[in-house]
């Protein structure tokens, strides 16, 4: 198997994760505030949020060449990246699946609503965000691959499903050997630059063309390896220079998303922030590791698959439940804001709990398991005999 042992964690990318993935809450989470307190008008920042899944691919590249050593020259066997895919599809399929099920479940019981009350037939499916075909392509992830022209059912899982692509790449690096790979990643650098290049001549954001979305989940992920492979530089500086850099860097990207400037520019800071914090050293990585921000990066995941579904069900029930329009009283809005933060947590708290890490370590003793028996018959009588025990 890939030896993926003894890797210490860094503590700042998890911290930085949970980060993102908070700012990314309050992106989609914003247009509930009350006009008076649009921060659009103020500022770009939130406007720019969706620049922070970049960032979530940028970390996952160099987490995923971090811990998979993809500088070893070895050449991995298919055995051994189906190993490497079991863990990635464990890690993120299951909780996918979750919120799926529990956003077509939403709309199965706001139709039958509807219905009993002589509305709309039914509004499981639509025209544009849910489909049937779009159902389909849900459930085996691949529906951010260029068959749709826009995020489907629940929202956020479009990344899950380009980050499935990048972890198909990064597998098909590790199956060639290190002549090659190098090869490949220059491959992958230049389509990374040519991608960065088109957003910057044709003056769009990078989100804007969705059919694109695998190519940008690469981009990013691209950088994630380089910034791996390049990290030896950041140890040859000083504390003091470290902490230097991370200042200014964290200071250029708040002023770059603060004024709306070209999404590039952001990008670079975004990656030039994950490369000087990789080794948990300087002022900054000191400020991200605190126990509160270090738990929110644990429970990133779970955060961002529910946060969606959780507006889905606040816009719909809100003003009933409570009598306080959603957007015409400042308080309304703002109450609603915190109170679906405050939902948020205990409910990623418990899919974390119950639902991510069981079904991550139950698909993933499942698939290894049939893994090693399909290579080695003898395994197989021992992990039976072992789950007879257990």
Known sequence: MIPILNKKEIRSHTSLRGWAALMVVFVHFRSFFHASIDPDEITFFLYKGYLWVDFFFILSGFVMAYVYDIEHPKRYSPRDAMHYLIARIARIYPLHFMTLLA????????????????????????????????????????????????????LPSWSLSAELFCYLLFAALLTINGAKRRLVLVALSCMAVLFYCLC??????????????????????????????????????????????????????????????????????????????WED?????????????????????????????????????WEGLTGLPVQSSVMGSVLLVVCMIGLLIPIAVWSYRYL??????????????????KYSPSWQLVWVSSERKR
């Open 103 to 154: 956003t077509l479940l939403f709309f199965m019981l706001m139709a039958l609503i509807n219905w009993g009350l002589g509305g709309e037939d039914c509004c499981v499916f639509d025209e544009s965000l849910r489909t049937a075909e779009s159902l389909a392509a849900n459930l085996f992830l691949i529906h951010a691959w260029g068959m749709f022209d826009w995020v489907t059912w629940n």
């Open 356 to 373: 991510e890490m069981p079904t991550r370590k139950w698909i993933s003793l499942r698939l290894n398991g049939l893994l090693e028996a």
């Open 281 to 317: 050293r300087g002022y900054l990585c000191r400020c991200l590791d605190t126990r509160y921000l270090h738990t929110i990066g644990v429970l990133s995941f779970s955060i961002y698959m529910w946060h969606y579904l959780i507006k889905f069900i606040a816009k719909q029930d």
């Open 200 to 277: 910057m001549a044709a003056s769009s954001d990078v989100d804007e063309i969705f059919r694109l979305s695998t190519v940008r989940a690469a981009s990013a992920f691209t950088i994630g390896i380089l910034l791996f492979l390049g990290r030896r530089a950041i140890s040859a500086l000083s504390e003091k220079s470290l902490t230097v850099i991370q200042m200014a860097a964290c200071t250029a990207l708040l002023l770059v998303l603060h004024f709306g400037l070209t999404d590039i520019l952001a990008i670079i800071l975004m990656a030039l922030i994950v490369w000087v914090t």
